[in-house]
């Protein structure tokens, strides 16, 4: 697999470099900001980048920008941005922008050099990428009438992989269990929820996690 | 008793709480009148000055010299009707008719009553005492006709007739001010008297009556004369005729000239004086062009008599126009006064501004005051405002006391003497409104600081968080990587305690990196600086101990201040809200005209508690924060963007 990795702060930039190196994934480019991406992108034709969220000049969201320009000029590149946010709101805009594998991970989940691998795994496959602590946020969210109390244990189990991005093959065989009862668990969820089931599993993911953080 | 004592018991008849404001009569009227001053010992006691103003002004002598002449006049003007009707009667336009002898003395008398009227009232004096003058000269004509009078009389009449209208042009062009201003006029006015001056000198002593072919009243005696010269006297004459005429045609258009320059209200007041004058100036290039072709000023003739009508008519409405002036002076004068009776004992800011404006019926007058503090001019809230200049047509007026500028009042040029009209009661309603300006402008300053320490808190706050996440998270999670690359090295040797150790530190830094997160986010929430007020209220009801309901979050704008007060208040209420032990809370944004406004609501019980910082914030912004049971709501001024 190939990536370019976008992250301004150098001290990051290499740790990640060596993680993906050692790891055996061939890191085409380390760039610094998002004009170096763009080039590097066009260059290097990677199967993925993984773009730092915050990179100059203004270190508010370029790397959502970059991110767009990327899915526009190069469709076949995924798109995996990093963050120190545990920040629904980006990851929720990055998903309605960004249609089909992008993905949103917090910047610590990656040392363990496994969940990166996986997840660029996943994009490759074309799902999409939701932090873990992201969808546990968005879980914990105090509600007046909370639906989620309707669910089972199991399909909260299986909501919470819905909306970390996962398929329902995946999901599958995270838990153990057919894909079959999956799809029957989600759509027993989403009746419960009042959400129309989308075979499309990236907009799957959008309708959830959206539902879960516009209900109070 | 010592000497000096009788002198101050001549004012103990005046209350002394006058003061404050009497300094400036004095001030003001010293400006206007000379004897005054002299009548008066320097201004110790301001009271005794404001005695004084009555008594002196407009000063005896020239009240009595005024009056003397009014009588004088009136009986020149009677005078003259006798004279008409004696023997000489079918030479003059009085004699000819009822109707000349009417207009005559109409236009004569009505032109001395407003003169005397002016003068009298000081509106302005040297106005009235032309018209007063110009009334003297209009019988002379008449006067020339007094066949058995002494033949002093129609010799000195001969003379005074020709000053008629350069007295004319003169009192129009003083109009309403007392001066004659712009410089054409003022070259206009010396002219008209030099020539008037100049032909009077000639004729009077060159001019034989006998001899002139014109000459129809008196025409035996001229005591003046040295050597009969008909010849030049008749060329003299003639150029008069013709240089009145243009003198008239001058006049004529710089009347035009002011009323087109002048501002509205400027012309309204003009209008009454100056469009009389030139039917006035017309009436007299018409007769110039009738005697051209006559030899003799036939009073009988219709063209001439109606031509005299027109004239005496325009006299008569001249003198109207000038009274009425008086009388509106006199009704702006109440009206300013009536502003000092309904003055309450607090009128809100800029209440004199609008009412001297209305008083005087000048849309455009501003009322600017000084702040020595601040060595600004400001409006009557405190609002800064540039140096009043005089604008076309306008004037400033500066109000000072103690040699200390009070206030400054831009007006139309149109409002003459505004100083005196300016009465003790509002001088001290513009004091004491210059003192509120100068404690709104403080207050203002001292909100801007507040805001602007405000600013650089949260400036500091916002690198702050940037410095943690650049810095000392990113070093941690290099650190973190670090870590699990050795942590992996470890595990391929088989370095079981090492592995273990290592697992350890990897979770020390989990930890730290999340405490850190959670340090930089409440530091300052980088969320709203990135995407505003809407979803940083969103992220804030993502980790809250209550469920929050957030009515009409939207993702717009605003300034980085009110939503930053507008994040804050909603923190602090909520925290507050769960200190209370609420199961529950709403959070609404709305945007109403310039001002965001910020409502929590909760169900826990008792008032919600002061939140002094969100005060501070929302306070330091010129907005308001008020709480009450299970509310909290606060006002936010924003321009939104």
């Not at chain 1, 993680?19 to 170096?36: H, I």
């Not at chain 2, 100049?198 to 004729?203: C, Q, R």
């Not at chain 2, 001229?222 to 060329?235: G, Q």
Request: hydrophobic share 50%; net charge neutral.
């Amino acid at each position: 697999m190939r990536v370019v990795v976008a992250e301004d702060v150098m001290l990051t930039r290499e740790g990640i470099t060596r993680l993906l190196a050692d790891a055996g994934v061939d890191v085409t480019a380390a760039v610094g900001d998002a004009a170096a991406l763009l080039r590097a992108v066009g260059s290097t034709q990677p199967d993925a980048a993984i773009i730092d969220i915050r990179m100059p000049p203004t270190h508010t969201d370029e790397g959502l920008a970059a991110a767009l320009q990327i899915r526009a000029q190069h469709p076949e590149v995924a798109v995996l941005i990093l963050s120190q946010y545990i920040e629904p709101h980006y990851a929720l805009q990055l998903l309605e922008d960004h249609p089909g594998r992008t993905g949103y991970l917090l910047k610590e989940r990656v040392y363990d050099v496994g969940n990166l691998l996986d997840a660029l795994r996943r994009l490759a496959d074309g799902e999409t990428v939701v932090d873990p602590t992201i969808v546990a946020r968005l879980f914990a969210r105090k509600r007046r009438a909370d639906p989620l109390d309707q669910l089972t244990e199991r399909e909260r189990e299986v909501l919470a992989l819905v909306a970390e991005g996962l398929s329902n093959r995946a999901t599958a065989a995270r838990l153990f269990v057919t894909e079959r009862t999956v799809e029957a668990h989600v759509n027993q969820i989403f009746q419960k929820l009042g959400l129309s089931i989308d075979a499309d599993s990236h907009r799957r993911v959008l309708a959830v996690l959206a539902h879960l953080r516009g209900t109070t | 008793m010592d000497g000096k004592a009788p002198e101050t018991k001549k004012h103990r008849g005046w209350p002394q709480d006058r003061t404050v404001a009497s300094t400036e009569i004095s001030r003001s009227s010293r400006c206007h009148n000379q004897v005054m001053q002299r009548a008066v010992p320097p201004p110790a006691a301001p009271a005794r000055l404001a005695v004084a103003r009555r008594l002196a002004v407009p000063g005896r002598l020239a009240v009595l010299a005024r009056i003397t002449a009014g009588i004088g006049g009136t009986a020149v003007a009677v005078g003259a009707l006798a004279v008409a009707r004696g023997p000489g009667r079918a030479t003059t336009y009085a004699g000819s008719s009822a109707a000349g002898a009417a207009l005559t003395v109409c236009a004569g008398l009505g032109l001395m009553a407003a003169g005397l009227v002016i003068s009298l009232a000081r509106r302005p004096a040297r106005t009235g005492d032309l018209a007063l003058g110009a009334g003297l000269c209009w019988f002379a004509p008449v006067w020339v006709a007094w066949q058995d009078g002494p033949p002093l009389i129609p010799s000195a009449a001969m003379v005074a007739a020709g000053f008629t209208f350069p007295l004319i042009v003169h009192l129009v062009l003083t109009c309403p001010t007392g001066r004659v201003g712009s410089a054409p006029a003022r070259v206009l006015v010396a002219t008209v008297y030099g020539e008037a001056l100049f032909t009077a000198a000639v004729l009077a002593l060159f001019r034989d009556p006998y001899f002139d072919p014109g000459c129809r009243a008196n025409c035996n005696v001229n005591i003046f004369l040295v050597r009969s010269l008909p010849s030049l006297a008749r060329a003299v004459q003639a150029w008069d005729r013709w240089f009145t005429a243009s003198a008239a045609l001058a006049l004529i258009a710089v009347c035009a000239a002011r009323l087109a320059r002048a501002s509205a209200p400027a012309r309204q007041r003009l209008l009454p004086v100056h469009v009389p004058a030139a039917v006035f100036a017309v009436a007299v290039i018409a007769r110039a062009a009738v005697l051209q072709r006559t030899i003799v000023e036939y009073p009988f003739s219709p063209a001439l008599f109606t031509i005299f009508a027109a004239a005496s008519a325009a006299l008569i409405l001249l003198a109207g126009g000038l009274m009425s002036g008086v009388a509106r002076a006199r009704a702006e004068r109440r009206a300013v006064a009536r502003i000092a009776a309904s003055m309450d004992e607090a009128p809100a800011p800029g209440t004199l501004q609008s009412a001297l404006a209305a008083a005087l019926r000048d849309p455009g007058l501003q009322v600017a005051y000084w702040l020595p503090g601040q060595q600004r001019y400001a409006g009557a809230g405190g609002q800064g405002v540039p140096e009043p200049a005089a604008a076309p047509g306008g004037r400033v007026t500066r109000l000072t006391r103690d040699g200390r500028t009070i206030a400054t009042i831009s007006h139309s040029e149109a409002v003459p003497g505004i100083e005196a009209q300016i009465g003790p009661a509002i001088r001290l309603g513009l004091e004491n409104e210059r003192l509120q300006a100068e404690l709104l402008a403080q207050l203002e300053e001292l909100r801007a600081s507040r805001a602007r320490i405000v600013a650089t808190a949260d400036a500091e706050r916002r690198g702050l968080e940037r410095n943690l996440h650049d810095g000392a998270q990113q070093r941690l999670l290099a650190l973190s990587y670090d870590i699990r690359l050795a942590r992996a090295a470890a595990q391929q040797d088989g370095d079981t305690p090492a592995e273990m150790a290592l697992a350890r530190a990897t979770d020390h830094a989990q930890c730290v990196l999340e405490e850190l997160r959670d340090l930089a986010h409440g530091i300052y929430p980088s969320v709203l600086t990135q995407a505003g007020i809407g979803p940083a209220l969103a992220t804030l009801a993502d980790t809250a101990p209550l469920p929050i309901q957030i009515l009409h979050p939207g993702h717009q704008r605003y300034p980085e201040a009110a939503e930053a007060a507008a994040y804050f208040t909603v923190a602090e209420a909520i925290g507050d809200a769960a200190r209370r032990g609420a199961s529950d809370a709403t959070v609404s944004i709305t945007s109403e005209d310039a001002w965001l406004v910020v409502t929590v609501t909760d169900n826990g019980p008792g008032d919600a508690a002061l939140m002094v910082a969100a005060a501070d914030r929302v306070g330091a912004l010129g907005g308001s924060l008020s709480t009450g049971p299970g509310l909290c709501r606060a006002e936010i001024p924003c321009a939104s963007s």
